[in-house]
C-alpha cells in the first residue's frame, strides 16, 4: 500500500505538476491481483498552501520579535521602579509608546513613516521627567527590511 506519496514532474506540455499518489492492491478470490493506484494533481492546492505560509511565518516573525521587545521593555523598567505602582505607570508608558510607534508604521504602511516622527513617539514615556531628550536630524523614511 502506498499512501499520500508526493511526485513533482516537468511534463513537455503541462510544465511542473505536483502529484499525490495513492496505491493499493485488490483481491478477490479465484481472481489475479489487481493495483488500483490514484493519481491526484494538487499543484494548485500546494501553491496556495505555500503562498499561505509565507504571511503566517512573517506574521510569527513580527509576534517574536513584539515580545522580546515587551520583555526587554520590563526588564529594564523594573530596576528603575520604586514600587509596583511605579513599575506599572513606567512600563504602561512604555507599551503605550511602542503601540503608538506601531501605529504610526501601520499608518503609512511600515514605509514612508518620518524616522523623527517614530523616534519621538517611542521616546514619549521618557519625556515626562523633562524635556533632557531632544531629536533632530534629517528627514529620513523608514525602510523595511525584509524578514529572514
Excluded at 98 to 108: C, G, M, N, Q, Y
Amino acid at each position: 500500500m502506498i499512501e499520500d506519496f508526493v511526485v513533482e514532474h516537468n511534463f513537455e506540455s503541462l510544465g511542473r505538476r505536483i502529484m499525490l499518489i495513492n496505491a493499493r492492491k485488490l483481491r478477490h478470490p479465484g481472481r489475479p491481483d489487481l493495483i488500483l493506484v490514484a493519481i491526484d494533481d494538487i499543484t494548485i492546492r500546494s501553491g496556495a498552501e505555500a503562498h499561505r505560509d509565507v504571511p503566517i511565518s512573517e506574521m510569527s516573525h513580527r509576534v517574536k520579535n513584539v515580545l522580546a521587545a515587551v520583555q526587554s521593555i520590563a526588564s529594564q523598567t523594573l530596576p528603575q521602579s520604586g514600587s509596583p505602582e511605579g513599575f506599572k505607570a513606567a512600563f504602561n508608558g512604555r507599551l503605550h509608546a511602542l503601540a503608538s510607534a506601531h501605529d504610526l508604521l501601520v499608518d503609512e504602511g511600515w514605509a514612508g513613516s518620518d524616522m523623527r516622527q517614530l523616534v519621538r513617539r517611542m521616546l514619549e514615556p521618557y519625556r515626562a521627567v523633562g524635556e533632557r531628550i531632544t531629536v533632530h536630524g534629517p528627514a529620513r523614511p523608514c525602510r523595511r527590511s525584509p524578514v529572514p
